[in-house]
């Protein structure tokens, strides 16, 4: 059995970007060059949406019924964007090359402000008697599909600095080691109304049997991904050690099939009549999606804008005769 790795909210991935910022201040440190260190936040907005909104109805007329359908589905998503934490350190040249690394972490599932990404469908039906227009039976049923991600990349980059003043230009290129994990919660809602049939061909409007069925699934996806990274950036500096940094970035790419995952949690609630059951269970199942099978494609094209304060390792002169 195959497991998906799942970022909780002791999330270990923001541990590695502790321990991975104490090392590049560490470094920067012990370093006798022109070293830097960042600190930065900001938002991952969408590149673009995968899918299409669409709504489709029917009226259906039968002999005896009447059929009244209406069918609703959304499918614009992208699960990359939201609130974004990053570090960077940096070593630049006296004729302006500079050599990086970025780190960039993202977490919508926790962290889910400015975060609404949802795919959802609907479908209702409504059935009744034609000729005496009472009603026999009233049904709706809508599916719910929340998508969340993850995400924690570290990109090598290389670039050139442009000076003006007390400010620098920054650009970079290079590429994006990214481990994304997926999550998707979905809820299954039927009700139906019917009502009760005395004697197999006339129907009591005043006896009515209800039924409500909510089922809720959660499952994971991990997969790592490597992709080019294009980096703009602009320093303004307040003195030799302290500059305000501004960046846009992008991952073109940043996409990936389903190919197999792993089902986590399952519960069910129904009412039938007057009776009530709920069950729920947490566990590992492993699903793969057959090479017959229509594979989901998960989009998480972001462009990142971040502000952060960064940090200059300056020369210490000596004062040896």
């Known amino acids: 059995m195959e497991y998906a790795i799942l970022l909780q909210n002791n999330n270990p991935m923001i541990n590695k970007i502790q321990i991975l910022t104490a090392i590049l201040i560490l470094g920067a440190f012990t370093a006798n060059a022109q070293f830097s260190i960042e600190l930065n936040t900001g938002y991952a907005a969408p590149l673009y ?6 709504v489709y109805e029917q009226d259906y007329e039968h002999r005896y019924t009447y059929l009244d359908t209406t069918f609703t589905e959304t499918r614009k998503y992208n699960m990359g964007n939201g609130i974004s934490f990053g570090s960077a350190i940096g070593y630049q040249t006296k ?12 977490n919508n599932k926790d962290i889910n402000f400015l975060y609404n990404n949802f795919r959802k469908e609907t479908h209702m039906q409504y059935s ?3 000729e005496d227009d009472i009603p026999i039976q009233y049904s ?11 995400r924690f990349s570290i990109s090598p980059q290389i670039g050139y600095v442009h000076s ?3 400010s620098f230009l920054e650009y970079s290129i290079g590429l994006s080691i990214s481990d994304i994990t997926v999550y998707a919660n979905i809820n299954d809602y039927s009700e139906t109304i019917t009502t009760s049939t005395l004697d197999g ?12 069925i909510e089922h809720i699934s959660k499952f994971k996806v991990n997969e790592r991904i490597f992709t080019p990274y294009f980096q703009l950036k602009y320093n303004y500096t307040f003195n030799p050690n302290f500059s305000l940094s501004i960046a846009a970035s992008a991952s073109p790419f940043m996409s990936f099939n389903r ?14 009549g007057d009776r009530e059951t709920f069950y729920e269970r947490e566990y590992n199942s492993t699903f793969i999606v057959h090479p017959w099978e229509v594979s989901e494609r998960y989009n998480l094209n972001v462009i990142n804008f971040n502000i952060g304060i960064r940090y200059t390792f300056t020369k210490q002169q000596s004062n040896d005769k």
């Open 95 to 106: 004729k302006g090359l500079k050599f990086g690394i970025d780190v960039f972490y993202l």
């Open 49 to 54: 949406y995968t899918g299409k909104n669409k």
């Open 164 to 166: 003006f003043n007390n």
């Open 201 to 212: 061909l006339q129907y009591d409007p005043d006896s009515l049997f209800y039924n409500l």
């Open 128 to 130: 009744w008697n034609i």
């Open 140 to 150: 709706k049923s809508e599916q719910y599909i929340a998508y969340y991600a993850s």
């Open 259 to 272: 190919d197999k995952g792993v089902f986590y949690y399952s519960s069910e609630r129904e009412v039938y």
